[in-house]
């Protein structure tokens, strides 16, 4: 699958330290081992109503580490998929009478468009389920040759199968709450929410997930090593990540709301699979709020980048805005804090136009607060006073602002 078009990142002088993340498994400040190479796994979109602010909020979260990487002198390995056959998909192309694919593919290239303007660096692998279908149906063959699925079966349909967290955890490395740390009563509730099914009879634990959705009428389906259908979601982002980076990688990220079950699930399908836990940090980036509530596409409260750059607000405004509070922190978007932003890039600007020399204390100073779990209010508030007491920018902060926070100041070319 195509992503989009790279902008270019200035090469910062010096040494830079690589960063720790807040892992969410363990609570603590976790310094990322890389050994040359920094492999990332971001769980991507479902394409039926792209890109509000939520979605941008948390892959510029994760475009600062990349950034951050880079600049620590290691090659990043970023893989993020894209959900592109799933029942909200489906759901929405029956609502609004519009081919599945068609549905997909259109709000695809929406998000394409606004990564590219957000100046968003895309992943080295951007990859479909629909492209992956056979890969994820033989790992599903492979959990049932191992023992590790089961079929439960259904009215209308083929038995589907499903996985087995009790079996799991005896012969692999994960277990239930190994990663989000909640509790049963907690987690079936959250299963209810997003996306599972713990009701359904002839299950063997009811937080058990869906690996393989037989063929119903006017579904999607395949042919596969385990009969038609198509997959379950969690196996998704196991099968490509796996694809394409080897466990266990330095990080999975995604949106507070991936926690469970998506990344607890998706996780123990991985260890189940390779006998390794999947990944050496797990990170997630809050949510984010519009009157009150917290940004989703049930409730109708979306603000959509498109419709703020159609409106003729200045993608580099949004950026800044988003950057404005820790990643891990749920926040509220108002007008206030586009305005906000907007007056900042406006006098980050003018500040920078006479830029000179090649000081590097503030770029220092920019280093030591991102390696800190992402400080990037901290650095938009070290940037603030310089440019409030007057001291003239070094032609090196300009580019530090440009290479670590995407922030072009230059609005020539």
């Not at 600062?64 to 290691?74: E, G, H, Q, S, Y």
């Not at 020399?357 to 770029?363: A, T």
Request: charged share 25%; hydrophobic share 40%.
């Amino acid at each position: 699958m195509k992503s989009w078009n790279e902008v270019p990142v200035p090469t910062l002088p010096g040494n830079a330290p690589l960063p720790r993340m807040r892992d969410s498994a363990t609570g603590a400040l976790t310094p990322l081992e890389v050994d040359g190479v920094a492999s990332v796994y971001v769980c991507g979109i479902t394409p039926y109503d792209a890109t509000h602010l939520g979605h941008a909020a948390t892959y510029l979260a994760y475009d600062t580490l990349v950034r951050v990487l880079r600049d620590a002198r290691a090659r990043v390995d970023y893989v993020q998929n894209t959900t592109d056959v799933d029942d909200p998909l489906l759901e929405r192309a029956t609502a609004t009478d519009v081919d599945w694919r068609e549905l997909a593919e259109s709000q695809l290239e929406l998000y394409r468009t606004d990564m590219e303007a957000l100046r968003i660096l895309p992943p080295t692998h951007f990859v479909g389920v629909v492209e992956s279908v056979d890969r994820i149906a033989d790992a599903v063959a492979t959990l049932r040759e191992q023992g590790l699925a089961y079929e439960v079966e259904s009215p209308d349909a083929a038995p589907d199968l499903y996985f087995d967290i009790a079996a799991a955890a005896e012969v692999s490395p994960w277990h239930l709450g190994q990663e989000s740390g909640l509790d049963r009563e907690t987690m079936l509730q959250l299963s209810a929410e997003r996306g599972g099914d713990p009701d359904r009879p002839g299950k063997r634990d009811a937080l058990d997930p869906l690996l393989w959705r037989a063929e119903r009428d006017g579904e999607p389906a395949w042919d596969s090593a385990v009969g038609r259908g198509r997959p379950g979601w969690h196996i998704e982002c196991s099968v490509i990540g796996l694809t394409h980076l080897a466990a266990p990688i330095t990080l999975n990220g995604g949106g507070s709301d991936l926690l469970f079950p998506h990344h607890e699930f998706s996780a123990a399908h991985s260890a189940a699979l390779t006998g390794t836990d999947w990944a050496r940090v797990y990170s997630h980036a809050g949510m984010v709020g519009y009157r009150g509530e917290k940004m989703s596409k049930s409730l109708g409260n979306l603000v959509f980048v498109s419709r703020l750059r159609e409106a003729g607000v200045d993608p580099a405004a949004i950026r800044l805005a988003l950057l404005d509070g820790h990643y891990r922190s749920d926040r509220e978007w108002t007008d206030a804090v586009l305005e906000r932003a907007q007056q900042r890039l406006a006098s980050w600007r003018a500040w920078a136009a006479g830029a000179s020399g090649e000081d590097v204390s503030v770029l220092k100073n920019m280093r030591e607060l991102l390696a800190d779990d992402l400080d990037t209010a901290g650095v938009l508030t070290l940037l603030d006073a310089e440019v409030a007491a007057g001291r003239t920018p070094s032609r090196v902060t300009v580019e530090a602002i440009d290479a670590l926070l995407g922030i072009r100041l230059s609005t020539a070319g």
